[in-house]
């Protein structure tokens, strides 16, 4: 059950984390008993979503969710599937304080309904977002959100925009064969090492939430033909934006190597949207009139920060994967 997923997952942190994390960094990472300033909170009723990406880059006209290739578009519209009795099972304060979320929200009767996707939060819209990307060191071709789905951009009362995100929430248009669903062994892992990245000082998106359910997930987990059913999961993660090199990549003309390319291939339109919205959202430092001269200073900031990243992530022994 998910009580002793947790004890034993305690005695793996203090195992393996002993010499990289604080004992006491480590027990607030099995609690979720982050501490942050005080300020005045939200309730989930009165979150300030302000969807800034869906109004500002194309959206696919089609609404229906069924996998496909996405032309023309940035996000589809798709409504998260519900799953059967939601409980949370661990969450960090201090991620959910950056949307303004006390602990009394947690604990009301129907957050862990919100968080599972099973309700929509009020000003929240869902959508998944298509990108590309390599895999294996070969041009995939369109890969997107295949079980991860956008919530909105909550604009907390510092000012700050954060962007909410449901991972495990159900199928997508770009689900390929999945089901678009994570499970609670995996969901663990990854809502602690988001977490513990994080107060390794290393750039992270932040985990939110783990909300598990009994719908059944089958998983073949060490692809030996031997199925089991685990119970489906789903983690809320906190980022500034989930863009990403792929979302460039869906421009991207045929790759000599595997023949593939970006679903909206010369739609220099909305490259140029794409673009000047990253630049100017996320890269404010970047200003000017010379347009060449903003592309060349953005390429070179990201290639510094994603060195600088990759070079944390050696420093602890990290494989991104």
């Not at 109004?55 to 998260?80: F, H, M, W």
């Not at 951009?153 to 089901?179: F, I, M």
């Amino acid at each position: 059950d998910e009580f002793s997923m947790w004890v034993r997952l305690r005695a793996v942190i203090n195992n393996h984390f002993r010499i990289l994390v604080p004992r006491s960094v480590v027990s607030l990472l099995l609690t979720g008993s982050f501490c942050a300033p005080l300020r005045e909170m939200a309730t989930l009723e009165t979150l300030h979503f302000d969807n800034s990406v869906l109004r500002t880059l194309p959206v696919d006209k089609e609404d229906n969710n069924y996998v496909r290739t996405v032309q023309g578009a940035c996000y589809s519209r798709v409504q998260p599937t519900p799953v059967l009795n939601p409980r949370v099972v661990g969450y960090s304060q201090e991620a959910l304080q950056l949307l303004d979320l006390p602990v009394s929200e947690v604990q009301r009767e129907h957050f862990a309904e919100y968080f599972a996707g099973n309700k929509i939060l009020p000003g929240s819209e869902p959508a998944a977002h298509c990108y590309c990307g390599h895999q294996f060191g070969n041009f995939a071709g369109q890969l997107g959100d295949g079980c991860a789905l956008y919530l909105g951009e909550v604009v907390n009362k510092a000012g700050e925009r954060w962007e909410l995100q449901l991972k495990g929430a159900g199928k997508t248009p770009y689900s390929r064969q999945a089901d678009g669903r994570k499970v609670l062994r995996s969901s663990i892992r990854e809502f602690l090492c988001s977490e513990a990245m994080h107060h390794l000082g290393i750039p992270t998106t932040r985990a939110g939430t783990c909300v598990t359910s009994d719908t059944p997930v089958a998983r073949d987990i060490f692809y030996n033909g031997n199925v089991i059913y685990e119970k489906a999961t789903v983690i809320s993660r906190i980022a500034p934006t989930f863009l990403r090199f792929g979302s460039f990549e869906i421009f991207k003309t045929r790759d000599p190597q595997t023949g593939r390319s970006g679903p909206s291939v010369g739609r220099m339109d909305i490259f140029n949207q794409l673009l000047d919205f990253t630049i100017s959202s996320f890269f404010p430092e970047i200003q000017g009139e010379d347009r060449l001269a903003r592309c060349a200073a953005f390429f070179k900031e990201v290639c510094l920060r994603t060195g600088r990243l990759v070079a944390m992530w050696q420093c602890v022994g990290f494989c991104h994967g």
